[in-house]
Structure formats: C-alpha cells, structure tokens
C-alpha cells in the first residue's frame, strides 16, 4: 500500500498519534480507496441505479457490492485473522450497519433513488428514520478516516447482534476475545484520531458523545428493518444466495446448512 498525505504530522497529532498509529491510518484510509477504485465502480454508480419496488430485486442488486465490502475486511489482519464461522458471523450480525456506511461513504449523499426505493419497499415511517439516520452520520463524511474506521469498530462487535431468530446467530462467537481484543485496538486508535484532530479532550468528549449518539440511532433504524424483513420470507426466498443468508431463515432455507454454503465461506 502507497503511502499517503492523510496523516500529514501536526503539533497535536505528534502528541497523540504514534508513528504506528499514523502508519495504521493511512493503511485504512489507502486499502479501502485501492479496493473500490480498482475492484469496482461503485465510487461512480450510485446504490441503487433504478427505483426499485420489491426488496429482494433491491437487494439482488446490491449483491456484487457486498462482495467487494468483504474483501476490504479480508485486507484487516484482526478480522482475516478470524475462523471462517465467526468471521460469517460478524458479517450476518452486522449487515444492515455495514451496508449503511458503506454506502453514505460511496455515495455522500442520499440520493432520490435510494430515498424513493426505502419508501417503496419498507414504507414511510422505516424509510424515514433510515434516512434522518443516514442524515446524521453524513455530517461526518467530510473526515476522509473518521467513517472508515467506525466502519471497522462496528463491524469487530460480538455484542451488537441483529434480530434474528436463528440458532446459528444465538450461538456464541468461538472466540470472542480475539473479536473484542481486534475491536479495542481500532477504538482506542479512534480516541487518538479525534484527540489529535479536535482543540480540546472536553471537545473530544462532546464530539465522542455525538458520535455515539448518531450511532446508536441508525443502529436502531436498522434493527427496525431487520426485524421487519424477519416477515417476509418469501422476498427473502428471492433473493441471490449471499443476500438470502444475511437474513432470518424461512422453512425452506432452514433446510440449508449455512456452513457449507460457498458463497459466504469463499468471501468472508
């Protein structure tokens, strides 16, 4: 990975951020850029391209995105470093949060399409807290590492679990410490990051408890659509194999057996 300016050095960042954690910054900011610019064109195609009217076509659309979101995580040693099952795990638990910022990063905008297809397929009241959620975390977009690196805390949470009603998701990581020791090294570097960008550690502590805040009402948000998609089996039966497994099993998909399904153990 090429270095970049990202980390350029500055008083407070020479207090608070270590080489190490500079070089670390930089590696996030330079993977994620080399991973859409040269694996995708969803830097330049906006999710989705059409309004759509049903949700497993929204989502089959989404499909080849979210391979290309796997792969980056594949590029973080404390995630890649993780058996496949609880690797699968982390990435079912957390998909309506990860697809999120993912793609307010891409896009920077909540474009008419994406608006227009919530509202078609999830109705007025999920589609608007989805997008007031949305809203909120895209005051952050103007950081060039600040949504990256949430992305990566959100993502190493063994904690935060989505609604299913599933037995794979009500097991146990096999290793949870590794995921909550993966998982402090970006929140502790998180700290650091905002410590060295804002004027004052009280700023910081105002700024923390937005961000949080923020977090927290567009994890809701998404739980809400989780739970409701947990009654619509048949637009889950629709969908292409990757997206059919982030979602809560009909009768039909209770007959697959999840850790042999090659779509999901070839890209986590």
């Known amino acids: 990975i090429l270095p970049s300016n990202l980390c350029a050095l500055e008083h407070r960042q020479q207090k608070y ?10 590696n996030i900011f330079s993977t994620y850029e080399l991973i859409y610019e040269h694996k995708t064109r969803c830097q330049y195609e906006l999710f989705p391209i059409i309004v759509h009217n049903s949700v497993h076509s929204f989502f089959n659309e989404y499909e080849e995105r979210h391979k290309i979101l796997i792969d980056y995580f594949k590029n973080i040693p404390e995630f890649n470093s993780l058996i496949v099952d609880d690797k699968i ?3 079912r638990n957390h ?3 990860m697809i999120t910022i993912n793609e307010l990063m891409l896009s920077r905008t909540v474009h008419d399409n994406l608006s227009a297809s919530l509202k078609n397929i999830f109705g007025i009241h999920l589609a608007t807290n989805t997008i007031r959620g949305s809203e909120r975390i895209l005051s952050y977009i103007h950081d060039p590492v600040l949504l990256k690196l949430i992305l990566i805390i959100l993502t190493l949470s063994s904690s935060i679990n989505k609604y299913r009603n599933d037995t794979d998701m009500d097991r146990i990581f096999d290793n949870t410490l590794a995921i909550f020791a993966g998982q ?6 998180l700290w650091r990051y905002l410590v060295s960008r804002l004027p004052t550690e ?5 700024f ?7 977090l927290l009402f567009i994890q809701l948000a998404c739980f809400n659509v989780e739970r409701y998609m947990s009654n619509l089996e048949d637009e889950v039966d629709q969908m292409k194999p990757l997206m059919q497994s982030m979602w809560p099993k009909s009768k039909k998909l209770d007959q697959t057996d999840y850790d042999e399904d090659m779509c999901m153990k070839n890209n986590p």
Do not use: A, C, P
Request: hydrophobic letters at 40%.
């Open 17 to 26: 951020l270590s080489s190490s954690d500079q070089t670390l910054l930089t």
């Open 89 to 91: 795990r982390l990435i």
């Open 95 to 97: 998909f309506g949060i």
């Open 184 to 189: 402090n090294i970006y929140v502790e570097l």
């Open 202 to 206: 009280q700023n910081t502590v105002k």
């Open 208 to 214: 923390f408890n937005k961000l949080v805040s923020d």
